[in-house]
């Protein structure tokens, strides 16, 4: 199955400015995803360990089955100032 992905603040730095379609195998999970982009992306391993996907603005549980052409979010973790 394939999933749109957009990469928002320093993910966008270190993967990509533009969605990313990806192919996923079928019931595949938000963190099967983000440890596949990390195997593929080295250099964002760290910060996609406490990233979090987002879908129509609701973020998705670790174990949440992905859709067939959904697309989500990468939220890296923020701080204020």
């Not at 938000?30 to 250099?43: I, S, W």
């Not at 670790?62 to 697309?71: C, I, S």
């Amino acid at each position: 199955m394939k999933i749109n992905l957009i990469f928002y603040a320093v993910l966008q730095e270190t993967i990509s400015e533009d969605p990313l379609l990806l192919e996923v195998k079928k019931d595949c999970t938000a963190e099967q995803v983000l440890e596949l982009l990390a195997e593929k992306f080295p250099q964002a391993a760290p910060i996609l360990k406490s990233t979090r996907l987002a879908n129509e603005d609701e973020y998705v549980g670790k174990q949440t089955l992905l859709t067939d052409g959904a697309e989500y979010c990468l939220i890296p973790p923020v701080s204020g100032g």
